[in-house]
Structure formats: structure tokens, C-alpha cells
């Protein structure tokens, strides 16, 4: 008698894919999707969607991308039932093109466009795959006008860091995890060995929640600040019960909520349009903005990219933090200047 063979779970879909096959479905339509329509035909969400089963942790999913790509300054935007007003489940999500594509006085010179192809051709070819095709006639079935086949285009570029890989295996493994750990203002990377918890995505950056050996307590390492190789242990390790990732992330949003900064912007610059599309931002008439932060380095480092567009009026940290940049800059130009 043949044995039964056991359904096997989908293969797990990039986020950098799913987050960049969803914000391509939300462009390909002027009439927007339902939640249940990007759930069940979108790359990276209907692998794992249950036709009458509980999506519950995929909402969630979806609730979190939706907050990762408004983070990135992608305009999303909710329009809302006439018919069914206050229906969370009949809100239409769609990104307006005219708000995300490039203006129209900017063009690019040979050796840009060159420099583009380029950089186009790290991508996967133009044809859609089998499974966008599948997810492009699914979203036609439903009556969404879509424009543009452009739902399955998936990057070949790896945007994780590079410690995800051998974390995710350590904690498949359920084995300690040692690396170098550069924390910011310490003047070189200390050997941390951990017992990894969870692997999260916050904000579009990726933490590690894990037990320090070192302190015997948990703590939480930005992926971004890992310097050098991942090296694991091999004595298997008794996890901790709970529910580690949904504890990280609260511990992060927690955080988030806490620290708000409050800027002033020139108007109508790159750094207003891309501030105040922030989740979570709050726009103070012309020219003053309030967003939350988790990391006050990375913070500082995003502002001080921004120059003479944008200036800090608080916290006192911050404050700090992007005058130390914009100085370490200045004299970096001087010295190159008199070599």
C-alpha cells in the first residue's frame, strides 16, 4: 500500500520580492485592490493565502509591508467603500502614479541611461514568469484594470544583509551564533556570542533578537552593524518557549513610538516630500515635520545625507549626532582638498 505522501509547504518568497511584487500589483491598477485581492494574487502572499482558512498571521504580514514600503517614501494610498463605510476589509489599496514616477523635466544623459541598463540588467528578464502571468490573469479575473505586466518582475539583487543567511540557519539549527559587532561611537567591533531567538524585519531593517552569552540577557543587533563572517556553533541549544519574533517587534515599535524628532524642512525639497511620508509623520504647517525613529544613528545619518534641506531642532542627540556628521564631512573635503 503506497504511503501517503505529506503536502509540502510552499517555497518561502524573498521579502525584497514579495515587498517589490506588491508595490508593482498597487501601480498596475487605478482602481486600487482589496486586502483579500493582494492576499490571494499577489507574488509572496497567495502561496501562503487559505481560501476559507485563517490568514490572520498573513494580514499581519501585509499590515507590516504596508508600513515598510511608506517607509521607503512610496505614496500608498486607502480609498475607502461609498457603499460600505468603515469596512476595513473593503478598503481599496493602490499607489498613484503620478505621485511616484519621475517628473517630467528630468531627463538623463547617454552615459546615464547607460548606467541604468546596467543596473536593469541585475534584474530578471522582462517576460513574466509563469507564476506572475498566473497572478496577472487571477487579478484580471476579478475585474482589476491592469495597464502594465509588471507583476512579476523580481530582483536578483539581495537586499538582506549579509549575516541573514547563516543567522537563519543558526536558528534552524538552534545553535549559537558568534560575530563582530560594531555599536555606534565604539571605535572597533566586539565579539558577541549568541543564542539566536528570532529574525525580524522592522521599519525595512532587518534585527536579530537573541541571548548575549556574554550578559546572559536578550538583546537586540541591528543585522546592519554585524562586520565580518557569521560563525556558528554546533551544540544544539533548548530554545526558549514564546513567541520570540512578535516580542521583537513590539520591543521595536515600542521603541519607535518613543522617539520622535522633530525637524525643520525647506519646502517643496527631497527631504520634505520623503520626510513627510514617513509612517507615522506628523506635518506642522510649512515647513516643520515630526518623525518617529528606533535607531538615532541611522536617523542621523539619513538627515545629514539631506544637506542644507533639512535641520534638526530636536532631541538634543540628534541634534549632536548630525553636526558630528556634517563636521566629519566638511573636514574630510578639506583634507582631500589640500592633498
Known amino acids: 500500500m503506497p504511503t501517503p505522501s505529506r503536502k509540502q509547504s510552499?517555497?518561502?518568497?524573498?521579502?525584497?520580492?514579495?515587498?517589490?511584487?506588491?508595490?508593482?500589483?498597487?501601480?498596475?491598477?487605478?482602481?486600487?485592490?482589496?486586502?483579500?485581492?493582494?492576499?490571494?494574487?499577489?507574488?509572496?502572499?497567495?502561496?501562503?493565502?487559505?481560501?476559507?482558512?485563517?490568514?490572520?498571521?498573513?494580514?499581519?504580514?501585509?499590515?507590516?509591508?504596508?508600513?515598510?514600503?511608506?517607509?521607503l517614501g512610496v505614496p500608498l494610498e486607502t480609498i475607502e467603500d461609498p457603499a460600505d463605510v468603515g469596512n476595513n476589509q473593503a478598503l481599496r489599496y493602490r499607489i498613484p502614479r503620478g505621485a511616484y514616477e519621475l517628473p517630467a523635466d528630468i531627463a538623463f544623459s547617454a552615459e546615464e541611461t547607460t548606467l541604468l541598463n546596467l543596473a536593469a540588467m541585475a534584474w530578471r528578464e522582462g517576460s513574466l514568469s509563469r507564476e506572475s502571468r498566473r497572478a496577472l490573469l487571477k487579478l484580471r479575473s476579478i475585474g482589476a484594470e491592469t495597464s502594465d505586466p509588471v507583476l512579476g518582475y523580481a530582483p536578483r539583487i539581495r537586499t538582506r544583509d549579509a549575516a541573514f543567511d547563516p543567522l537563519s540557519d543558526a536558528l534552524d539549527k538552534h545553535v549559537t551564533a558568534s560575530f563582530s559587532y560594531l555599536k555606534p561611537g565604539e571605535p572597533a567591533a566586539r565579539l558577541r556570542t549568541v543564542e539566536p531567538l528570532a529574525l525580524v524585519q522592522h521599519q525595512g531593517r532587518w534585527h536579530l533578537k537573541a541571548i548575549d552569552q556574554r550578559v546572559g540577557e536578550p538583546r537586540t543587533f541591528l543585522l546592519a552593524r554585524i562586520v565580518g563572517p557569521v560563525r556558528l556553533g554546533r551544540t544544539p541549544l533548548e530554545v526558549p518557549p514564546g513567541n520570540h519574533a512578535e516580542l521583537a517587534l513590539a520591543e521595536l515599535e515600542e521603541i519607535w513610538q518613543q522617539n520622535v524628532a522633530e525637524l525643520e524642512v525647506v519646502p517643496g525639497t527631497d527631504a520634505a516630500v520623503r520626510l513627510s511620508r514617513r509612517r507615522g509623520a506628523r506635518v506642522e504647517g510649512d515647513d516643520r515635520v515630526l518623525v518617529h525613529f528606533t535607531d538615532l544613528a541611522l536617523l542621523a545619518d539619513e538627515l545629514a545625507g539631506f544637506g542644507p534641506e533639512v535641520r534638526v531642532l530636536g532631541p538634543d542627540a540628534l541634534v549632536d549626532a548630525v553636526i558630528a556628521r556634517l563636521r566629519a564631512a566638511v573636514a574630510a573635503h578639506a583634507g582631500a582638498e589640500a592633498s
Open 10 to 71: 510552499p517555497p518561502a518568497v524573498p521579502v525584497e520580492e514579495r515587498l517589490f511584487s506588491l508595490v508593482l500589483a498597487l501601480l498596475a491598477t487605478d482602481a486600487g485592490l482589496t486586502k483579500n485581492e493582494i492576499l490571494s494574487t499577489v507574488q509572496g502572499y497567495r502561496q501562503r493565502y487559505a481560501v476559507r482558512g485563517d490568514n490572520a498571521s498573513l494580514e499581519r504580514q501585509f499590515e507590516r509591508d504596508k508600513d515598510d514600503i511608506r517607509e
